[in-house]
Every structure is written in C-alpha cells, then in structure tokens.
C-alpha cells in the first residue's frame, strides 16, 4: 500500500522536522511570507484563521498593493487608479505583522530571512510568493533601460500609469505594438485582454489607430473567443500576428520603438508595449528553490518546495503543472499552503489540497469571456479534474457576455476583500 | 512509529465519519471524535475556500458588488445542492462558469459544501 507508506513517511518527517513541530505544541511557530500579493497575502490571512496560535509575519514592500488584474481596465481608462489598489490594515486587524520591505537573501540552515532595512526575521516555515521577475536582455536590446520607454507594465504600479499616459499622448492615427511572449508567463489571457481594452479606448478616441499584436505563439488562452470578440467589435483594428506569420520578435530598439522579428520584418510604433520572458521573482532565485526553467517547481498535495525543506512556493513563481499563472489560482493556491502548515504546525494530518481557477477577460464593457479549471493533487503532481476545464461558448448570445462582464467585476471586488478586506 | 500510526488511525476514522455524513441525509454527524472533526472541518473549509475567491469572504458578497454572483452563506443546504447538481448535470439555462466548476467536485464534496455554507455565518467565518 504505497499511498500508506507514504503518509506515515510525511508524518515521520513532520515528527522529526526540528524546532517547528516542537514549538508548535508550545503554541508560537513562525511562519514568514515574502510577497503580500494574490498568493502570499491569502496565505497569511488564512493561517492567521484555520491556526490562530501560528505567528505569520508578511514581507512587502509597497505599503498598497496595485493588482495585475483590472489594471487593463485603468490602461483603458475604465477604472479610477485608485480602485486597483489594496492596501494591508485589514490583514493587520487579522492579526498578520506586516514589514514594508524588500526581502533581499534567505539562509536555509539559519532558517533566517534578510531584509533590505537589515531586519533578519527567523522562521520555522517560510512561503515564497514572490510574483514574476522579467528576464533582461533574454530579448535582445530589452533591458531596465528600454522598459522607461517601451514599458511592460506586467508589473502593476509606475509602468502601467506610463504605459496609459503614452496611449492617452499617441496621435489618432497612430500605431500601438505589442509584444507578446512564448508561454509560460503571468496571467496567460492577459495580453489579449490589454489588446481588447486598448482597441476600445482607440475606437472611441483615435479611430483612426492601428493595434498590432507580435505573438511568439500561434496559440494563447481563449484564442478563438478573443479572435472572435475582436472581429465584432474591433474590425480590422486588431491586427494578431502569430508566430507562424513571424510574429516572434528577437530584438528590440527602444530609443527607436521599433522591434524586429526572427525573419528580418522591422515593426515601427508610436507606443511599444514590450511583454518580454519572465522568470520567478529574485528571492526564489536566492532561496534555492527555482531549477533550471527559473521557476520554482513543487508538490502538488502542498506546494512544498522540491528542493528545500522547509519552505513552500506558490503563485506565479511555482512551476504548478496545468494551473494558470494568475490572480486566482494563487489565491486558491495560498489557501492550500495555509491548510497545510496549519495542520502540520499544530499535529494535525494533511488536509487534501484541492484548486480551482477562473479567469475572466473584459474584451468591451459588458464584453466578458472566461476560462475555467478545477485541479487536484496526485502523487506530488498537479493534475486536472475531467471535463472541469474549459471556456465560454463560441457564438453565445450578447446577454451571456453581459452576465461575464458582470461577474469579472464583482470576482475581483470579491477575491479583493477575501484577501486585503477590500 | 507511534505518531504515524496515530495521524493515520485519525484519518481511517475521519474518512469513514466523512463518507457517513456524506451518505446520510440531514447529516448530524458533526459530534465525531474532536480530532476527526477537525480534519473534516479543515478539509471542508479548505474546499469551501474555493467558492469564496468568487462569491466573497464567507460566502457573502462585498459591498459594492452587482449581485451578479449570489451568496452562498445562509441558503438551505437542500436548495444549494440541488443548484450544484443542476450546474452539473448541465440543466441551469443561463448559465457560465459554474458546468464547468462544478464537473470538478463529487457528490460527497457538494454535500460537505452545501452543509457548510447552509451553517449560519461566523464573526470570522
């Protein structure tokens, strides 16, 4: 009965695993986040719930969060800057001591955790949800340089409100490219979602524009409901680009905003939004648990790092087998992590992980479309539940795309207040 | 090992105590062992967790939103299983993600998650 073995190994493990399992009998395992996004924050407000014994210190350095997701909604437009921001006093009433800082080293032996005002914090179990970092220079000519003029603003925050000032400044007329990566990446439909939402805002206020997507793939989430969405709404507005037509860009000239592709075609702009390769955030790197991809790969019953003990990696970051790098899956994701230390660090069995995502693109006010999944955990292996994977209908009604565009805004005023309270 | 084998032995227990209130109907089995209930409870919890990324903390809807995503806190757990299964079984007209959401969880989880948002809601639910 290997699956037997199995649990008593886990369970001899935890028995043996130093001071953590000793001190939680006597009521005070620390546990450190680093990250206060979808993943981490939900990590650390769930813990402080199902083990209220468990001292969670959150690591994050802005004192209000700006989110990747609706942050299309602010390019376009739709959504005040502010309502894309959270910040941490309702994490703080739940009992989480939140430090606004940089996270800069870890020592896996010390069991110690540096940070950039030089506060070492100790844990017995440290969770990783650092995001994404972008890989400079993996394309060529984009560097931290090039995004101050062609910016990727796929981190929220500076470059998403410089991004929307060069829309807003681009002459009708004019040209807007984006460069879209090869999988995987954050938040895998959200580059044709941005394509969706500024083909509105060029629609309405320079008709006369041309969008032009330069694609390292030939395929991408929900590809026919946004080909589709886009041909009603847009005409030939949109223009995709796929990696068969030579949609792959290899260099970039940001002075220039001009990029060029694997086969030799020059691409001029008028604004350049660069999506380049990411990787898992810096502190992942520092930690020890990334492999050779630059993601952080881990077991599936509890997000447990593969490569150390004692520390668990969750979000965009980990290398989660069929689940989507989003907002969504992470916090799913932060809930099985704060499961699983609660009942570890108080002696209780393993509670079994279970994770669902959904995703919802805007491609128009009241325009919605979305993608679905729900996944389990098999021998330390993600996989899918049959048949629970899947999107919107091709050709639905318009009151369906109303009911979804409906549901995406009140999915993020709902995942927003599960997390930072609002 | 001693310690394995007591984890081990609360799971047998919890899993049979599961599979019996999944089965009987109303289920009353909430008063088994306080070990066994607790793993239910933090395994229905962690389930539960799932819903509310969408329907809101606890089950409830913030404020501001449209209603276009129902509570789920406070509905009879009779009334919000027999909606789970119609999600599965494709007979809900109108409907978006749940078919699909819903093709990932078995009877015995629908049950535990009708039960758990039929419970009235917590101070910190």
Known sequence: MPHLQRRQLLASAAALAAPAFVRAQGASARVVVVGGGFGGATVARYLRRWAPQIQVTLVEPAERFVTCPFSNHYLAGLRPWDSIQHGYDGLRSAGVQVVHAHAKDVDGARRQLRLDTGQVLHWDRLVLSPGVDMRWGALEGYDQAAAELAPHAWKAGAQTQL?????????????????IPDNPFRCPPGPYERASLVAHYLKRHKPRSKLLLLDAKNNFSKKELFLQGWKALYGDLVEWISLAQDGQVVRVDAPALEVETAFGARHKADVLNVIPPQKAGLIAERAGVTDAS???????????????????????????????KSGFAANNQGKVVAAALAAELS?????????????????????????VGVYRAQDGRLIDLPHSVGVSPLDAPPAHRAAEARQGADWYAAISADIWGG | MPLARSIHT???????????????????AQTAAPAAAALQNLDTALLAANCTTCHGPGGQPPAGSSGSIPALRGQGSAALLERMQAFKAGRVAGATVMPLLMQGYDAAQMQALAQWFAQPAKAKP
């Open chain 2, 10 to 28: 609360q799971t047998a227990i919890t899993l049979i105590a599961f599979t019996v209130c999944a089965l009987a109907l109303p289920c009353a």
């Open chain 1, 294 to 324: 630059g993601w952080a790969p881990v077991r599936g019953e509890n997000l447990a790092s593969e490569r150390v003990p004692g520390m668990h990696v969750l979000g965009d970051a980990a290398l989660a087998g069929p689940i989507p």
């Open chain 1, 347 to 371: 002696g209780r069995p393993a509670p079994t992980a279970w994770y669902a995502n959904t995703c919802y693109s805007l491609l128009a006010p009241g325009y919605g479309i979305s993608v």
């Open chain 1, 163 to 179: 991004l929307r000032r060069q829309l807003e400044a681009m002459p009708d007329g004019g040209r807007f490219v984006m460069v």
